[in-house]
């Protein structure tokens, strides 16, 4: 049956991808082959990347990953000078954009990939830094991924919250076929480059319905300050006509099993001996906004979503909120890459329709 052009695209499948499942009804994701709860904590960045890009021509093991992320860092660092005012931007996505956009575009699909997912991290770390009027830090090409990139954003040794970096990069790693990959996947199959694709996916992934909520969850937090006063604070905002950040999927009828993930990272930092000042407070908003939107949309579960915990797991490794959406940019892009890659392997162009509602010439109008 033909969908209504308002629908959002509920319940159509675009395509058939052995990247991840989510179902919605049991709160359940699998992310290549395995559970999002298995994977997260226990598979460094590169092994899960090396999951994902499993049918890329050319993909090796993780340690050769490590090492080509390294070198590729180091490269995409040298560019910087060539990339004009990009990294200036007051918003870390679009330096993002206008950054990767001047990457080349020619090479295969491995090169490209391993290219794609270092310069996303290098110059999420140089536009923070030159956002605070600080010099970028060089990569260190001996380093895991996600330790260099919290070491190169902080300008401190990384390695005691690499670990809580290491587990949100691999769980946002891949999310079926969210707004960002979608696009990623229609620029691919109009036999685009992946350049391009990645460019497209920022530009998706950047608005507040998607990858840009994290942000707003911390603010959210901060303006309630207290745990008493959420509820009403929550209510304010709804009678406001405004939605609460970080609540809410269009698939999950459940919590989002990344919320739990995250969760347990905040507190594994806490056991470690890091201060993780927002967790008590982010538990009881989570809680009262179920309560009050539960009384709103008793049909309709909205619940915490991945961004939640995203704001609290990444405020507690003492990162900035204005890096959060770059940062899930740093772990999605290794979604976007493989969904890139088998989309282009099905040669099909994806091509919707939509229904004409304007105006019709008057009969006879050709003649
Ligand atoms: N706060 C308040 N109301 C919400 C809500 C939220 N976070 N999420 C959904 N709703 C309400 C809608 O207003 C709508 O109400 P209505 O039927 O009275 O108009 C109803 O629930 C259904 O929402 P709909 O917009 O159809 O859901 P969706 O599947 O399109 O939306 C999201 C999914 C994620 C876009 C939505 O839940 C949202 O905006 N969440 C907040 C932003 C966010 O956290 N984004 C990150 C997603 S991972």
Redesign the pocket.
């Known amino acids: 049956m033909a969908q209504s052009g308002t629908s959002?695209l509920e319940g159509v499948i675009v395509a058939d991808t052995a990247l991840s499942e989510v179902d919605g009804e049991r709160g359940r994701l699998i992310i290549a082959g395995q559970d999002v709860e298995v994977l997260a904590g226990r598979n460094s960045f590169e092994e899960l990347a090396v999951r994902l890009w499993a049918a890329v021509p050319g993909v090796t093991s993780a340690e050769a990953l490590r090492l080509s992320l390294g070198a590729q860092r180091v490269w995409a660092f040298d560019q910087i000078p060539t990339l004009g005012r990009a990294l200036l931007a007051t918003d870390g996505m679009d330096a993002l954009r206008g950054a990767l956009a001047q990457l080349p575009a020619e090479g295969n699909a491995w090169d490209l990939g391993v290219r794609l997912t270092a310069a996303t991290a290098v110059f999420t770390a140089a536009w923070w830094r030159l956002h605070q009027a600080r010099e970028p830090l060089r990569p260190d090409p001996a380093l895991g991924h996600a330790e260099d990139l919290i070491r190169t954003l902080r300008g401190e040794p990384g390695a005691r919250r690499a670990g809580g970096l290491e587990t949100y990069l691999v769980t946002v790693s891949d999310h079926g076929m969210n707004a960002s990959t979608f696009t990623a996947r229609v620029i691919a199959s109009t036999g685009s480059d992946a350049v391009s694709a990645v460019v497209g996916a920022i530009g998706a992934l950047k608005g507040?319905?998607?990858g840009g909520?994290p942000g707003p969850v911390l603010d959210m937090l901060d303006a309630v300050a207290r745990p008493e006063a959420a509820s009403d604070w929550l209510e304010r905002e709804?009678l406001a006509g405004k939605?609460?950040?970080?609540?809410?999927?269009?698939i999950y009828r459940t919590r989002d099993p990344r919320a739990a993930v995250l969760e347990k990272a905040v507190e594994r930092l806490e056991k470690e001996g890091l201060r993780t000042p927002r967790l008590e407070l982010a538990r009881a908003v989570e809680h009262a906004a179920e309560d009050v939107?539960r009384r709103r949309?008793p049909d309709?579960p909205?619940r915490a979503?991945?961004?939640f915990y995203t704001a609290v797991l990444l405020d507690a490794l003492g990162l900035p909120r204005e890096a959060f959406s770059p940062l899930f940019a740093c772990g999605r892009v290794v979604g976007w890459l493989a969904h890139v890659d088998e989309q282009r392997r099905t040669g099909r162009l994806i091509r919707p329709e939509s229904r004409y509602v304007g105006e019709r010439p008057p009969a006879g109008a050709k003649a």
């Open positions: 959002g507040p319905l998607h909520a709804l939605r609460i950040m970080g609540m809410g999927h269009r939107l949309h309709r909205l979503n991945v961004e």
